[in-house]
């Protein structure tokens, strides 16, 4: 049995955002970054001139086994010379496991004592009349000095009694090891009595706080024995109702915690789901559309992933062709799409044609100015015709790249909606283009960074380019011309499309009906084929080389920006995307770990450090990577784990530092040879639609959403396939009455369910038994 722990989080928007005193609600560019623990994983794009923001954009996170302690949602005013954070949401795991979060939620304002990291090792034991507690080290401690480390020593008070720690200075992994014995008078103490260790930065006027540890007595009652554990620091708990609101964050969360058991326990589930894709017992879905209990559209991209999975997607896909494009056409898209919005977003042209927005619009200024540096012969109208020519060339000659499990399914779609509609000559087009444009080309356009299209957020006006660009295409994939007035002198480039559209939708329904056999075999070829790129972009390759010191300087240190392309097999690195110049390249199966570096190691904010040894070396080698944001970082940080979860030979600690003078810079060590002061792999995983596509997961969430109706699902089945072999005229109404003496008016007992629901019923009793088993002995 194996635990599985997962976050969906949907940041929807702001309002009533407070811009402080030298600040115009108007001229606030919020962003909403996600912090999970002491992890930043996340953030969503910049908004821009707005105290409102509207974000809309989801997370999906996998979670360490142990859980964490607090979600942040912080809002950033974003600026070019000094961000200012504008308000903070926190939500403790309690409060997210206790149910789905969904609403408005106050923003408070940052204090230090919000801001902590880092973990303490605690041993707490009673013996006789005595408390004894043992401060054994901490690590990753948050840098509060101006040189990136700090002064830390503990605080710790129990029953009225305080004693301190000495202070180390200059370090972020302190080694206390210091012991001290607390009085338990029993007539003094309670179950609101606690043992409070807080650790503080020591300096001249008033002392930094770094977190704190809270246990409480009835824990402190059970420990007749020192046990060593690492606890989580933790801010400071303050009295929210007494602090003025200064905004508000509407927000979506929920948490998935499952353990998984092993795969034979599904079989009979999984041979049932197998079965409900065919006529006899279609009726299945039925039970999760038609019960409000049962979260729909989770639930649909559990069936969707556990169908794909099985190759038994295309007798599912009427509910679930928008999730199949996300699983399975990001490299077409890429190949499709990416030379195009690069392009356009790095040329940062001047594309505005609506009227209004350009005499009326605060920032009208700058614009003018803008169009100064474009080419004096090229108009916003043409400059914008020229990417939307390119951007429909591209795609309308895309049907050879187009994966052909999606050109199955939407010529599946094409044919339904043929037979549905007979009479309306468009709409099977229209059903077709509205999956693949408007849910997936347009919106790739209009949030490239989300769809692996770009490596940042785009600014203002490039983003006003990619919104016009959007509506355009938006235009041509629903036959129409445009809806805007300023737009309507793109009417007759669009018209023009119209026919190239249906040409291009016909070739690329021009497939056989076979079926794809083993897909799930075939995707994962697919993804192990050294030319299918999982991820790739712009980032600074590092060399540490001699490194010395002359005084506060670092010198040896070797920085290059590069283009990396990471397959399933291999991490390559090239002088740009465009030349094909190879620099260097990494065997994926000789990464023994990936892990983020000390911000202050290198003096880079995003660095990720790669530890690699091949067999045949004696002595590892060490390979860094910069990134350009949090979002570049935690993308290549999930995806080069994931490739890597298998490799022989892991490492289960590393230094987020490096060896400087004469120790490790991030635990003071002064051994060389000294492995590591933290274990690897330890945060969150961002979730992707590359993510391994795993049965046994999918059918335990099915299980679970089931387990929800549990008590109803006999009366559901038995209503859904008992019918009443007579039904009455239409506004004839029958009187039964009942004579013991006729047989004939006695109502029949109701028929026994079918084999398909039996089998059902059957299924979900035997997960639900090996789960009772699995809690005795676990």
């Not at 045949?616 to 784990?641: C, G, H, Q, V």
């Amino acid at each position: 049995m194996t635990w599985y722990t997962g976050l969906s989080i949907e940041v929807s928007e702001a309002k009533s955002l407070e811009p402080g005193i030298l600040l115009q609600a108007c001229s606030l560019n919020p962003y909403c970054g996600v912090t999970v623990d002491n992890t930043k994983i996340c953030r969503t794009a910049t908004k821009f001139h707005t105290s409102t923001p509207l974000w809309t954009e989801e997370f999906y996170f996998h979670c360490p086994q142990k859980g964490f302690h607090y979600v942040t949602f912080t809002v950033t005013h974003d600026d070019t010379i000094k961000s200012r954070k504008l308000g903070r949401l926190m939500l403790s795991w309690e409060q997210i496991g206790s149910g789905p979060i969904n609403g408005w939620f106050p923003l408070y304002e940052v204090k230090k004592s919000d801001e902590v990291q880092g973990e303490i090792y605690l041993a707490v034991a009673k013996f006789g009349s005595k408390l004894r507690v043992l401060v054994s080290e901490a690590k990753d401690l948050a840098a509060k000095d101006v040189g990136g480390s700090a002064d830390p020593y503990c605080q710790l008070t129990f029953n009225g009694v305080t004693y301190k720690t000495k202070k180390l200075d200059r370090t972020r992994f302190p080694a206390w090891m210091e012991s001290f014995d607390f009085p338990l008078a029993s007539n003094q103490l309670n179950d609101s009595s606690s043992l409070v260790i807080t650790v503080l930065d020591k300096d001249i006027i008033d002392d930094d706080f770094m977190g704190e540890v809270i246990i409480p007595f009835s824990e402190i009652s059970n420990m007749d024995t020192a046990v060593g554990q690492w606890y989580s620091l933790l801010p400071r708990t303050r009295d929210r109702a007494v602090q003025e609101s200064l905004g508000s964050l509407r927000i979506k969360v929920s948490l998935v915690r499952e353990y998984l058991l092993r795969g034979e326990v599904y079989s009979p589930l999984r041979e049932v789901m197998t079965a409900a894709v065919n006529d006899n017992f279609s009726q299945l879905f039925d039970l999760f559309s038609k019960n409000s209990v049962i979260p729909l559209g989770n639930t649909a991209r559990n069936l969707m992933t556990f169908y794909l999975s099985a190759d038994l997607v295309l007798p599912y896909l009427y509910c679930s062709y928008d999730h199949l494009l996300k699983l399975t056409s990001i490299p077409y898209l890429k190949n499709t799409l990416q030379y195009t919005i690069q392009r356009l977003l790095q040329e940062d042209k001047n594309c505005e044609i609506d009227p209004n927005k350009l005499s009326s619009t605060p920032d009208n200024k700058r614009i003018s100015l803008a169009v100064l540096f474009d080419s004096p012969t090229t108009s916003a109208g043409e400059q914008l015709t020229t990417y939307l020519m390119t951007t429909m060339g591209a795609i309308l000659s895309s049907e050879s790249r187009c994966p052909i499990l999606i050109r199955r399914a939407l010529k599946q779609l094409f044919i339904m909606s043929a037979d549905r509609f007979p009479d309306h000559e468009n709409l099977p087009y229209l059903a077709v283009s509205g999956f693949l444009f408007l849910r997936f080309f347009a919106a790739a356009i209009l949030s490239p960074k989300l769809f692996c299209l770009y490596d940042n957020f785009p600014n203002e006006r490039a983003s006003r380019s990619l919104t016009l660009l959007a509506k355009l295409v938006q235009s041509v994939a629903n036959l129409t011309t445009a809806k805007e007035e300023y737009m309507r002198t793109f009417d007759d480039v669009i018209i023009e499309m119209h026919g190239k559209l249906k040409g291009f939708i016909k070739r690329l329904i021009d497939v056989p009906d076979q079926p794809v056999t083993d897909y799930k075999t075939k995707l994962q070829k697919q993804m192990s084929y050294d030319g299918y790129i999982l991820i790739s972009g712009i980032l600074q390759k590092c060399k540490l080389s001699n490194i010395k010191f002359l005084g506060s300087i670092q010198t040896g240190i070797n920085i290059k920006r590069r283009y990396f392309e990471l397959t399933s097999n291999l991490l390559s690195y090239y002088t740009d995307s465009v030349s094909g110049n190879l620099k260097g390249s990494i065997l994926v199966s000789d990464i023994t770990h990936v892990e983020q570096m000390d911000p202050e190691a290198l003096g880079f904010k995003y660095t990720l450090q790669l530890r690699i040894q091949s067999p045949e070396e004696k002595e590892p080698k060490y390979f860094f990577m910069i990134a350009t944001s949090l979002n570049d970082m935690r993308a290549w940080l999930s995806t080069l784990t994931k490739c890597c979860l298998y490799n022989k030979n892991q490492t289960a600690i590393f230094h987020p530092g490096f060896f400087k003078r004469s120790s490790w810079s991030c635990c003071r060590n002064k051994e060389k040879t000294f492995v590591g002061c933290k274990a690897t792999r330890q945060g969150v995983i961002l979730g992707d639609w590359q993510d391994p596509l795993e049965q046994n997961f999918e059918l335990q969430t099915i299980y679970s959403r089931l387990n929800l109706i549990h008590d109803q699902l006999p009366k559901l089945l038995q209503n859904e396939y008992n019918i009443p072999s007579t039904i009455p005229p239409e506004g004839e109404t029958t009187s039964i009455t009942t004579d013991p003496q006729d047989p004939s008016t006695i109502p029949s007992p109701p028929l026994p369910l079918n084999e398909p629901c039996l089998n059902l019923l059957k299924a979900l009793e035997s997960i639900s038994t090996a789960r009772n088993q699995c809690r005795k002995f676990c």
